[in-house]
């Protein structure tokens, strides 16, 4: 389909150097770009993304008997004895 755009004078030269650099067509990297445009709208707009869960346990917590302030001290123990060479 034949239509007319008008777009800024830098932008244009840009695109056709691009083109002929890269052994296109204007008119298929103006396509190839409308395309990427209206994929990542429409990834856009099916939603936010959202994270796995990927929780200990499937989000349960942790093992009984186990606290995170024990865990904290643990993990800065390991620190203290690595920076000390211990």
Do not use: C, H
């Amino acid at each position: 389909m034949k239509t007319t755009v008008e777009i800024a004078e830098a932008l244009f030269y840009q695109a056709k150097a691009l083109a002929y650099k890269e052994g296109l067509k204007f008119r298929g990297l103006v396509e190839e770009g409308l395309r990427s445009v209206l994929d990542a709208r429409r990834s856009a707009a099916s939603g936010p993304f959202r994270l796995r869960d990927g929780s200990f346990k499937r989000g349960r917590g942790l093992q009984t008997g186990v606290r995170w302030q024990d865990l904290t001290a643990l993990a800065y123990e390991n620190t203290v004895q690595a920076r000390s060479g211990g």
